[in-house]
């Protein structure tokens, strides 16, 4: 089955720092890529949705500014959280739509933030 | 809005059976999913949707009906591993997921 891969798996940031997270689609080309959060004991929440190529769509009450998404190839988006903060301590969960099998998403492992 | 209920959490005994069930009510509807998820990791895909009727996939079954907004996740032969939470999501008109916000299951032996 197509597999998605996050970088890193795990990181701890102090307060202010930015952290960058990779998501690669490794055996397919994703022209849609999902970054999702979520918090401990709540569903997943979208955060934007990002087509190769183009600028990322935000979902409302995300700060563009503050998580910055680029999906410069068919096969990797970056999500950096700028000047990160406590609250910004989460799971980043980043997934992949491949046109050629409509139905699916395929879901990366996810990164466990704490911001310190 | 658009909205997707399905229960906070559930208990069952190892070996038997469990029906989780979904309720939705989305602007559009193109497929409904379930996906499985263990503590602390990413969900994974169990099932998909579109249709109504049954979808079985070994001790996993689907079931779907579109004019009651309404769908069940059907899980036999209860093992221990099966303890996680299950989301049900459905997508709508513009293609993108609505997430329920997931099912514990409690499994006792």
């Known amino acids: 089955g197509a597999v998605v891969s996050q970088h890193p798996s795990r990181v701890i940031c102090k307060s202010g720092t930015s952290v960058k997270i990779e998501c690669r689609s490794l055996?397919?080309?994703?022209?849609?890529m999902f970054w999702y959060r979520q918090f401990p004991k709540q569903s997943l929440m979208l955060m934007a949705t990002?087509?190769?190529?183009?600028?990322?769509?935000?979902e409302q009450g995300v700060e563009k500014d503050k998580f910055l998404i680029n999906h410069a190839s068919l096969t990797l988006s970056t999500l950096t959280v700028t000047s990160a903060h406590p609250e910004d301590s989460s799971f980043y969960i980043c997934?992949?739509?491949?046109?050629?099998?409509?139905?699916?998403?395929?879901f990366g492992p996810g990164t466990r933030l704490t911001v310190t | 809005g658009q909205n997707i209920d399905q229960p906070t959490e559930m208990t069952a005994t190892e070996g038997a059976i469990v029906q989780i069930n979904c309720t939705y009510q989305?602007?559009?509807?193109?497929?409904l999913f379930w996906y499985q998820q263990h503590a602390g990791e990413a969900p994974t895909f169990l099932s998909y949707?579109?249709l109504d009727g049954l979808e079985e996939k070994g001790r996993f079954s689907s079931f779907l009906s579109r004019s009651k907004g309404y769908s069940y996740l059907l899980l036999k032969e209860l093992q221990m591993k099966d303890s996680a939470s299950y989301l049900c999501?459905?997508?709508?008109?513009?293609?993108?997921?609505?997430w329920g916000a997931g099912t514990k299951l409690i499994i006792k032996p």
């Open positions: 997934s992949a739509r491949d046109l050629r099998k409509e139905y699916e998403q395929y």
């Open positions: 055996d397919f080309q994703a022209t849609t």
């Open positions: 990002s087509n190769e190529g183009s600028k990322a769509t935000y």
């Open positions: 989305t602007s559009g509807f193109n497929g």
């Open positions: 949707n579109v």
């Open positions: 999501a459905v997508r709508d008109s513009n293609y993108q997921l609505i």
